[in-house]
């Protein structure tokens, strides 16, 4: 009798969830398949994480460029053509991510990756200076000096036979973001064994896990399963190394006494400003002088700014507010004394902005960090918790999207001679008949041909490969009803593949971008509108000294097997990315 009960509620209950699925579907002006009851389709989607694309493509191919899923009572809109993925991602409204970045807020909590409304807005124009190129050019030193070690390491390996690229490039590409990042040199090219990188691969693997396979994704079911505990062990590492590494620096910062200042006490814009090599120091050019001769208008206009409600500009802001067309060269005689005699590091006692500072790591080490924790010293009310926050979503976001970059763009040039002559003649050309030596960030800027390489290669294997946006209430976008809690994926890999927005759209041609597009938003290997990829002139810089240095000292060939392409929190692959190297002559 129980029995025939709990069979008829549970046969009632799975009425009800279909009823309301195929209610919610008809809402939606998207075609897609039928739901099942409580599923929806998430059955659909229990496939091997390398068939994923391949099961959107056909879905894509049987019910349009858009189509409609639920993952249990989750609706879907997955887009694949830039026609309707434009008015998306330029959407001022629309910028929620989607449901499946929950997964990473465990490790990013709040960050500006997974954050949204006014605190992302907050955020996102606090931190878009520090991607300022004049900041970045003092990473360059860092890129090239893990390059050597990379460049070592292939020179070993270059005797004609495959080797999967993506385990190899990520330690080069992690070493270069902590250093960046938290300033701190962790060597894993020379220690792959790290508690650090093992937690980083783990929690990726669960988090990707958690995003392809629905079950795993709520909540009831995966805190009950061994992958909770693994996740807490290796949470704990990284939160762990972050949080040792803040309070290092907030010690380092108190040793070389950066807490004084002159006049107004403004120590975290001083001192940032020295951080980050802009300017030399207030208290030795003089206030007036600086702001007359050096900032000129940025002040009045920062005055104007609506963002800082007509307030002064901070000074952590003012180098890179106003001219972002000119480089900032520094000042005349910045590392002159008045009386000439070359600057000291402290004056009366006090650290100064002297490039002699080097010793006590205030100059360019830390200086994602530093902007940080200065702004928190500032009464910005960062608090320690949101400091981390960013640099481990700097740190998650800074180095498996440039390795899968790098990795595919060797995969494409393995496949081409020609292409790889035609890099190496663009170096000659700026290089000279010094092709041993670091580039230089203005000579980046002239590899050109490269440029068009890099962007041909992340159009066919974008480095991520899927995007997603939560609808907050019901409304119409790009043609598209859609209703609230949707999740909106946007898929780049194919979007970037249609055979109306590019000719041959399967074939690797740089030359191809050389062309204004058909359309600008069939290109969103950085995403685009407000929430694109904040880091992506960081991430060029790194992709082209990578690259250009590879193609100086090898000719790279092509390895018998093709990857099978897995988009994970990245576009990986399932059986690696392979490809030969041989020294050049
Ligand atoms: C080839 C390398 C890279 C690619 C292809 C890439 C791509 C992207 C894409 C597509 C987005 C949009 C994500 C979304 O809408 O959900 C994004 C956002 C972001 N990226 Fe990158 N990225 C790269 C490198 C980097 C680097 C090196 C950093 C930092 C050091 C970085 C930091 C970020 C951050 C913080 C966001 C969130 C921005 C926001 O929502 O305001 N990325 N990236």
Redesign the pocket.
Same mark, same amino acid.
Do not use: D
């Given at each position: 009798m129980i029995l025939l009960l709990v069979s008829v509620v549970l046969v009632f209950a799975l009425l009800v969830s279909w009823i309301s699925l195929v209610r919610q579907s008809r809402r939606f002006n998207v075609d897609g398949p039928s739901p099942l009851p409580l599923v929806g389709n998430a059955h659909l989607f229990v496939v091997k994480s390398s068939e994923f694309l391949n099961l959107v493509q056909r879905l894509s191919e049987k019910y349009g460029k858009v189509f409609r899923v639920h993952f249990f009572s989750t609706p879907y809109v997955v887009i694949c053509h830039a026609k309707q993925a434009e008015e998306l991602v330029s959407s001022i409204e629309h910028i929620t991510?989607g449901r499946s970045?929950s997964f990473l807020t465990c490790w990013l909590g709040q960050? &500006?990756?997974t954050s949204t409304g006014q605190r992302?807005k907050t955020h996102?124009k606090f931190l878009t200076p520090a991607f300022h190129f004049n900041i970045l050019q003092n990473f360059l030193p860092v890129f090239c000096k893990n390059q050597r070690v990379l460049t070592e390491k292939l020179r070993g390996l270059a005797d004609g036979r495959p080797i999967d690229m993506f385990p190899i490039i990520a330690l080069a590409a992690l070493d270069n973001?902590t250093e960046? @990042?938290m300033g701190v040199c962790m060597e894993t090219q020379k220690d792959s064994q790290s508690e650090y990188v093992k937690s980083i691969e783990e929690l990726s693997a669960i988090v990707t896990m958690r995003m392809q396979i629905p079950f795993f994704g709520e909540d009831a079911i995966f805190n009950l399963l061994p992958y909770k505990t693994r996740q807490d062990k290796a949470l704990k590492v990284l939160h762990g190394q972050t949080n040792k590494v803040i309070e290092a620096r907030r010690q380092e910062l108190k040793k070389a006494k950066i807490t004084a200042l002159p006049d107004n006490n403004d120590i975290g814009l001083k001192n940032s400003m020295r951080s980050w090599t802009c300017c030399c120091s207030l208290k030795l050019m003089g206030k007036k002088i600086f702001f007359e001769k050096c900032l000129g208008n940025w002040y009045q206009r920062g005055r104007q700014n609506p963002f800082l409600g007509g307030r002064r500009p901070y000074f952590i802001r003012l180098p890179f507010r106003g001219r972002q067309d000119k480089p900032w060269k520094g000042f005349p005689g910045q590392d002159k004394q008045r009386d000439g005699s070359k600057r000291t590091g402290t004056e009366e006692g006090k650290i100064t902005a002297s490039p002699d500072n080097m010793d006590i790591g205030i100059k360019n080490k830390h200086a994602f960090l530093d902007l940080l924790w200065l702004a928190e010293m500032m009464g910005k009310k960062i608090d320690d918790e949101s400091v981390r926050e960013e640099v481990d979503?700097?740190m998650f976001?800074?180095?498996d999207?440039?390795t899968?970059?790098i990795v595919y763009t060797l995969h494409c040039l393995s496949k081409r001679r020609d292409v790889q002559e035609k890099v190496y003649e663009e170096l000659k050309t700026i290089y000279g008949n010094e092709m041993h030596r670091d580039p230089t960030y203005h000579e980046l800027a002239q590899m050109k041909y490269l440029e068009l390489v890099l962007k041909e290669s992340?159009r066919l294997f974008?480095?991520?490969p899927l @995007?997603?946006?939560r609808i907050m209430k019901d409304c119409e976008v790009g043609g598209l009803k859609l209703l609230k809690g949707t999740s909106v994926v946007m898929n @780049?890999y194919q979007i970037q593949r249609q055979p109306d927005l590019y000719d041959d759209p399967l074939e690797f041609r740089p030359e191809r971008f050389e062309a204004p597009l058909k359309n600008p938003f069939s290109w &969103?290997?950085?995403?685009a509108g407000?929430?694109?990829? @904040?880091?992506?002139k960081?991430?060029?810089m790194?992709?082209k000294i990578t690259i250009s240095e590879i193609i100086k000292h090898f000719y790279i060939l092509p390895a018998a097997q093709e990857p099978e392409l897995s988009a994970d929190l990245v576009l990986r692959s399932k059986n690696g990315v392979q490809v030969k190297f041989m020294p050049r002559k």
């Open positions: 991510k970045y960050g &500006l990756l992302w996102r973001v960046s @990042i979503t700097f976001e800074g180095h999207t440039t899968s970059g992340m974008p480095p991520v @995007i997603e946006r @780049i &969103l290997a950085f995403s407000p929430r694109n990829c @904040i880091g992506q960081f991430a060029m790194e992709l």
